[in-house]
T-cell receptor, first 110, second 114 residues
Framework: GQQVMQIPQYQHVQEGEDFTTYCNSS?????IQWYKQRPGGHPVFLIQ?????EVKKQKRLTFQFGEAKKNSSLHITATQTTDVGTYFC??????????FGTGTRLTIIP | NAGVTQTPKFQVLKTGQSMTLQCAQD?????MYWYRQDPGMGLRLIYY???????DKGEVPNGYNVSRLNKREFSLRLESAAPSQTSVYFC?????????????FGSGTQLSVL
């Protein structure tokens, strides 16, 4: 089936350090979305990337979509305690379904 | 706007019991989805409905049935619950044709099957 791999599964960082999570697919994607889930909460949409090589920024968050539209990354600069949570990519293979990665759980050491 | 509303929030079942998880949205979503979330496995799609009157299987449909009663409501039924169905269940909806066809999630149902 169509799958998307996400790494790492866990990341512990000191407050102020950077954080990156990666998603990879073996097949070309139509687009990819990113979601954040706070502990005990539900996933909340962050952004959608559609174009090959696209880069989008939201304050300290930078999202990239690979040239081949098979991989994507989310980078957080200078993490803060409010960044704690699990970050998911969600891949669209060109149909009605969104396939989620397994998520990266970010914890911050104050 | 209430958004996407799921009921109940918590449920404990005995093996073999049946129950229906309810989901309703007031955001004019065309498509609705049921996901389950298990530790280390992310969100896995159970069933989805691209439009009123249609339903399709996702990655893990076995043991579940769904019903798209109307545009607003999409229910998930467990006919004979099993311990392997212990999970957190999320309903989600989205509107097609927008610039960002993002999913809006309900707050989840934590289900334990003993």
């Amino acid at each position: 089936g169509q799958q998307v791999m996400q790494i790492p599964q866990y990341q512990h960082v000191q407050e102020g350090e950077d954080f990156t999570t990666y998603c990879n697919s073996s097949t070309t994607l139509s687009n990819i979305q990113w979601y954040k889930q706070r502990p005990g909460g539900h996933p909340v949409f962050l952004i959608q990337l559609v174009k090959s090589g696209e880069v989008k920024k939201q304050k300290r968050l930078t999202f990239q979509f690979g040239e081949a539209k098979k991989n994507s990354s989310l980078h957080i600069t200078a993490t803060q305690t409010t960044d704690v949570g699990t970050y998911f990519c969600a891949a669209n293979f060109g149909n009605e379904k969104l396939t989620f990665g397994t998520g990266t759980r970010l914890t911050i050491i104050p | 706007n209430a958004g996407v509303t799921q009921t109940p929030k918590f449920q404990v079942l005995k093996t073999g019991q049946s129950m229906t998880l309810q989901c309703a949205q007031d955001m004019n979503h065309n498509s609705m989805y049921w996901y389950r979330q298990d530790p280390g496995m992310g969100l896995r799609l159970i069933y989805y409905s691209a439009s009123e009157g249609t339903t399709d299987k996702g990655e893990v449909p076995n043991g579940y049935n769904v019903s798209r009663l109307n545009k607003r409501e999409f229910s998930l039924r467990l006919e004979s619950a099993a311990p392997s169905q212990t999970s957190v269940y999320f309903c989600a909806g989205r509107r097609r044709g927008e610039a960002n066809e993002k999913l809006f999630f309900g707050s989840g149902t934590q289900l334990s099957v003993l």
